[in-house]
C-alpha cells in the first residue's frame, strides 16, 4: 500500500520540474530584457566608456 502511494505521489510531481524550468526560463527573459535596456540606454552607456576610460588610463599609463 505504502508503494502505491508513494508512486502516486511521484506521478503528481511529475510536472513540477516542467513548470519550474519555464518559470525560470521567463524570469531569465524578462531579466535579460530589462539588462539590455539598461545597458542600451544613453546614460549607462556614458558611464561605461567613463570608466573603462579612467580604467585605461591607470592601468595604461
Given at each position: 500500500?505504502?508503494?502505491?502511494i508513494?508512486r502516486?505521489a511521484?506521478?503528481?510531481?511529475?510536472?513540477?520540474?516542467?513548470?519550474?524550468?519555464?518559470?525560470?526560463?521567463?524570469?531569465?527573459?524578462?531579466?535579460?530584457?530589462?539588462?539590455?535596456?539598461?545597458?542600451?540606454?544613453?546614460?549607462?552607456?556614458?558611464?561605461?566608456?567613463?570608466?573603462?576610460?579612467?580604467?585605461?588610463?591607470?592601468?595604461?599609463?
Amino acid at each position: 500500500m505504502f508503494t502505491i502511494i508513494n508512486r502516486l505521489a511521484r506521478k503528481a510531481e511529475d510536472g513540477m520540474s516542467t513548470a519550474e524550468y519555464a518559470v525560470g526560463t521567463v524570469a531569465a527573459c524578462g531579466f535579460g530584457g530589462v539588462l539590455y535596456k539598461l545597458l542600451t540606454s544613453e546614460p549607462i552607456q556614458e558611464t561605461l566608456r567613463e570608466v573603462i576610460s579612467r580604467a585605461f588610463s591607470v592601468f595604461g599609463g
